[in-house]
């Protein structure tokens, strides 16, 4: 069975957010059953900030967030690649990741789904499957970036996992008006994810690998 307790957690975004919507409810979990969680996250997506805001407030944010799920500072890892241009610097990017496994050796790899459909998701999904192949490898879900998504595994989470993924996530202010950052949304997710694991709550990922 498999297992968050005390592991050494990687969350791969390939933007700033994509952690916390993806599987922020199941880190909320991990760090209370004692795992060490790692986030990285590969743009902070400058080019597509509203003009009023700084360049650099979606590095603020995702501190913020971050922060408020309970991952450590020093184990929040921002890169500067600009933003839908990801494919561009698959190199580079695997050579970060190579880099990141060798520091860090984690248990389990959260990671986008190898069916999302956006050009920098499936290049982090890509890359991170040859950089990781010897973790356990979980694809989380973006729904309107999936258009499917095999349902392989449900992490059940609590009212406050999910109370504090949405915490998280209120963060990103430069993000509030997209529909999937709407609380209603989130737990609506939650909740039908739930009820297919025969739960209150969950949040469902694709099995790429898992090594017990």
């Known amino acids: 069975m498999l297992q968050l307790k005390n ?3 990687l969350v791969l975004a390939p933007h700033t957010d994509d952690g916390e919507l993806g ?3 199941t880190i909320s979990r991990a760090l209370s059953e004692g795992s ?3 986030y990285v996250a590969f743009s902070t997506a400058e080019d597509s900030l509203p003009p009023e805001f700084p360049r650099d407030q979606l590095v603020k944010e995702v501190k913020e967030a971050t922060s408020r799920l309970g991952i450590d500072r020093e184990h929040l890892i921002i890169y500067n690649y600009e933003v839908r241009k990801l494919n561009y610097h698959r190199q580079q990017i695997l050579e970060d990741l190579v880099q990141l496994n060798a520091k860090i ?4 790899v959260f990671m986008p789904s190898t069916q999302d459909i956006h050009q920098d998701h499936i290049t982090i999904s890509q890359e991170a499957t040859r950089a990781f192949k010897y973790c356990t490898l979980l694809g989380y879900e973006l729904p309107w970036n999936n258009l499917s998504l095999n349902t392989d595994c449900f992490i059940s989470v609590t009212e406050e996992d999910v109370r504090r993924k949405i915490f998280a996530l209120e963060a990103y202010i430069t993000q509030r008006n997209r ?6 949304f989130l737990r ?3 909740v039908v994810r739930g009820v297919q694991s025969d739960g209150e709550y969950a949040e469902a990922f694709e099995v790429i690998r898992v090594l017990l």
Request: hydrophobic residues 30%; aromatic residues 10%; contains cysteine.
């Open 23 to 25: 599987c922020g409810a």
């Open 36 to 38: 060490e969680v790692y």
């Open 105 to 108: 050796s984690p248990d389990i």
């Open 7 to 9: 592991k050494k957690i």
């Open 179 to 184: 529909k999937y950052m709407g609380k209603g």
């Open 188 to 190: 609506s997710l939650a």
